[in-house]
Protein backbone atom coordinates (compact mmCIF):
# COMPACT_ATOMS: atom_id res chain seq x y z
CA UNK A 1 0.00 0.00 0.00
CA UNK A 2 2.83 2.42 0.61
CA UNK A 3 4.21 2.37 -2.87
CA UNK A 4 0.77 2.80 -4.30
CA UNK A 5 -0.11 5.72 -1.95
CA UNK A 6 3.38 7.52 -2.82
CA UNK A 7 3.18 7.05 -6.52
CA UNK A 8 -0.68 8.70 -6.11
CA UNK A 9 0.78 11.17 -3.78
CA UNK A 10 4.03 12.23 -6.29
CA UNK A 11 1.22 11.90 -9.34
CA UNK A 12 -1.28 14.29 -7.57
CA UNK A 13 1.76 16.50 -6.08
CA UNK A 14 2.88 17.30 -9.89
CA UNK A 15 -0.69 17.87 -10.76
CA UNK A 16 -0.86 20.79 -7.87
CA UNK A 17 2.63 22.05 -8.61
CA UNK A 18 1.77 22.21 -12.40
CA UNK A 19 4.97 19.31 -13.18
CA UNK A 20 2.77 17.15 -15.00
CA UNK A 21 -0.78 18.17 -17.04
CA UNK A 22 -4.03 15.72 -16.90
CA UNK A 23 -4.35 14.42 -20.46
CA UNK A 24 -6.50 16.79 -22.87
CA UNK A 25 -9.52 15.45 -23.33
CA UNK A 26 -11.24 18.46 -24.13
CA UNK A 27 -13.07 16.34 -27.52
CA UNK A 28 -14.90 14.64 -24.76
CA UNK A 29 -15.52 17.63 -22.38
CA UNK A 30 -12.90 17.90 -18.79
CA UNK A 31 -15.05 16.57 -16.28
CA UNK A 32 -12.92 17.88 -13.51
CA UNK A 33 -11.39 21.88 -13.08
CA UNK A 34 -8.36 22.12 -11.23
CA UNK A 35 -9.75 23.29 -8.21
CA UNK A 36 -12.44 20.30 -7.98
CA UNK A 37 -9.37 18.49 -8.39
CA UNK A 38 -8.06 19.26 -5.33
CA UNK A 39 -10.64 19.30 -3.47
CA UNK A 40 -11.29 15.74 -4.11
CA UNK A 41 -7.73 15.13 -3.89
CA UNK A 42 -7.12 17.07 -0.54
CA UNK A 43 -11.16 17.33 1.35
CA UNK A 44 -12.87 13.95 0.20
CA UNK A 45 -10.33 11.44 -0.08
CA UNK A 46 -8.87 12.51 3.41
CA UNK A 47 -12.63 12.10 4.80
CA UNK A 48 -12.93 8.96 3.65
CA UNK A 49 -10.03 8.09 4.86
CA UNK A 50 -10.77 9.43 8.24
CA UNK A 51 -13.77 6.44 8.07
CA UNK A 52 -11.35 3.99 6.88
CA UNK A 53 -9.23 4.40 9.57
CA UNK A 54 -12.24 4.11 11.98
CA UNK A 55 -14.03 0.78 10.42
CA UNK A 56 -10.62 -0.75 10.29
CA UNK A 57 -10.08 -0.05 14.18
CA UNK A 58 -12.68 -2.69 13.85
CA UNK A 59 -10.83 -5.20 12.19
CA UNK A 60 -8.03 -5.06 14.43
CA UNK A 61 -9.94 -5.01 17.59
CA UNK A 62 -13.49 -7.09 16.96
CA UNK A 63 -11.81 -10.01 14.26
CA UNK A 64 -14.40 -12.18 14.73
CA UNK A 65 -17.48 -9.72 14.27
CA UNK A 66 -15.77 -8.11 11.28
CA UNK A 67 -14.78 -11.96 9.84
CA UNK A 68 -18.56 -12.47 10.29
CA UNK A 69 -20.05 -9.47 8.96
CA UNK A 70 -17.80 -9.48 5.72
CA UNK A 71 -17.30 -13.41 4.96
CA UNK A 72 -15.10 -14.52 2.44
CA UNK A 73 -14.10 -10.92 1.58
CA UNK A 74 -12.83 -9.74 5.44
CA UNK A 75 -9.35 -9.43 3.98
CA UNK A 76 -10.27 -7.49 0.90
CA UNK A 77 -12.36 -5.16 2.98
CA UNK A 78 -9.89 -5.03 5.73
CA UNK A 79 -7.19 -4.29 2.96
CA UNK A 80 -8.94 -1.69 1.27
CA UNK A 81 -9.98 -0.16 4.68
CA UNK A 82 -5.92 0.17 5.18
CA UNK A 83 -5.60 1.20 1.82
CA UNK A 84 -7.88 4.25 2.07
CA UNK A 85 -7.03 5.23 5.66
CA UNK A 86 -3.26 5.44 4.11
CA UNK A 87 -4.15 7.57 0.98
CA UNK A 88 -6.50 9.73 3.62
CA UNK A 89 -3.55 10.68 5.93
CA UNK A 90 -1.46 10.86 2.92
CA UNK A 91 -2.82 13.37 0.70
CA UNK A 92 -4.31 15.31 4.55
CA UNK A 93 -0.49 15.64 5.52
CA UNK A 94 0.88 16.45 1.88
CA UNK A 95 -1.29 19.78 1.90
CA UNK A 96 -0.81 20.73 5.41
CA UNK A 97 1.26 24.39 5.47
CA UNK A 98 4.12 23.22 6.78
CA UNK A 99 4.62 20.38 4.64
CA UNK A 100 3.43 22.30 1.55
CA UNK A 101 6.58 24.27 1.85
CA UNK A 102 8.51 21.82 0.85
CA UNK A 103 9.85 20.67 -2.81
CA UNK A 104 7.32 17.80 -3.94
CA UNK A 105 9.96 15.02 -2.98
CA UNK A 106 10.40 15.80 0.39
CA UNK A 107 6.20 16.45 0.71
CA UNK A 108 5.85 12.66 -0.43
CA UNK A 109 8.57 11.21 1.91
CA UNK A 110 6.69 13.18 4.77
CA UNK A 111 3.34 12.21 4.08
CA UNK A 112 3.94 8.58 3.36
CA UNK A 113 6.06 8.46 6.66
CA UNK A 114 3.17 10.25 8.77
CA UNK A 115 0.81 8.22 7.17
CA UNK A 116 2.55 4.87 7.90
CA UNK A 117 3.55 6.20 11.66
CA UNK A 118 0.27 6.96 12.49
CA UNK A 119 -1.74 3.84 10.44
CA UNK A 120 0.64 1.29 11.69
CA UNK A 121 1.42 2.68 15.10
CA UNK A 122 -2.45 2.80 15.74
CA UNK A 123 -2.48 -0.78 14.75
CA UNK A 124 -0.32 -1.86 17.31
CA UNK A 125 -1.67 0.30 20.04
CA UNK A 126 -5.06 -1.85 19.08
CA UNK A 127 -3.82 -5.01 19.10
CA UNK A 128 -1.67 -4.49 22.41
CA UNK A 129 -5.04 -3.19 23.72
CA UNK A 130 -7.15 -6.12 22.43
CA UNK A 131 -5.33 -8.19 24.92
CA UNK A 132 -6.03 -6.30 27.80
CA UNK A 133 -9.86 -5.26 27.49
CA UNK A 134 -12.89 -7.70 27.63
CA UNK A 135 -13.90 -9.95 24.55
CA UNK A 136 -17.31 -7.87 24.31
CA UNK A 137 -17.48 -7.25 20.91
CA UNK A 138 -19.82 -4.09 21.02
CA UNK A 139 -17.20 -2.68 23.55
CA UNK A 140 -14.36 -3.42 21.34
CA UNK A 141 -16.20 -2.27 18.76
CA UNK A 142 -16.85 1.14 20.41
CA UNK A 143 -13.85 1.36 22.33
CA UNK A 144 -12.24 1.05 18.56
CA UNK A 145 -14.24 3.77 16.93
CA UNK A 146 -13.63 6.12 19.77
CA UNK A 147 -9.91 5.65 20.34
CA UNK A 148 -9.80 6.10 16.44
CA UNK A 149 -11.94 9.40 16.61
CA UNK A 150 -9.80 10.33 19.65
CA UNK A 151 -6.66 9.78 17.97
CA UNK A 152 -7.91 11.63 14.33
CA UNK A 153 -8.76 14.44 16.09
CA UNK A 154 -6.07 14.98 18.32
CA UNK A 155 -3.62 14.39 15.07
CA UNK A 156 -5.24 17.22 13.44
CA UNK A 157 -5.35 19.72 16.52
CA UNK A 158 -1.55 18.90 16.33
CA UNK A 159 -1.14 19.68 12.57
CA UNK A 160 -3.33 22.57 13.14
CA UNK A 161 -0.97 23.82 15.95
CA UNK A 162 2.31 23.60 13.82
CA UNK A 163 0.99 24.81 10.74
CA UNK A 164 0.22 27.84 12.98
CA UNK A 165 3.67 28.38 14.82
CA UNK A 166 5.27 28.13 11.28
CA UNK A 167 2.88 30.55 9.61
CA UNK A 168 3.27 32.81 12.91
CA UNK A 169 7.41 32.38 12.37
CA UNK A 170 7.39 33.28 8.26
CA UNK A 171 9.96 36.68 8.36
CA UNK A 172 6.93 39.89 6.53
CA UNK A 173 8.29 40.64 3.19
CA UNK A 174 9.52 44.27 3.63
CA UNK A 175 6.90 46.78 2.69
CA UNK A 176 7.82 49.51 0.02
CA UNK A 177 7.19 53.22 1.00
Keep these: ?????????????????????LPNINAIGNPFSEQQLERFCFHHVPVVGALSYSAFSTNILAYKAFDELFTSRHLVVANCLLLNSHLGVGLYLFNTPTIRAANTRWRVMWSVYGSAMFNFGSILLWATVKEIIPE??????????????????????????????????????PQKS
Excluded at 9 to 19: Q, W
Excluded at 138 to 162: E, M, P
Design 1 to 21: PAIIMAALVVFVGDLVTRKRQ
Design 136 to 173: NAVFRVGFGILSSLCFLVVGKKYLDHVDAKVVKSKPKS
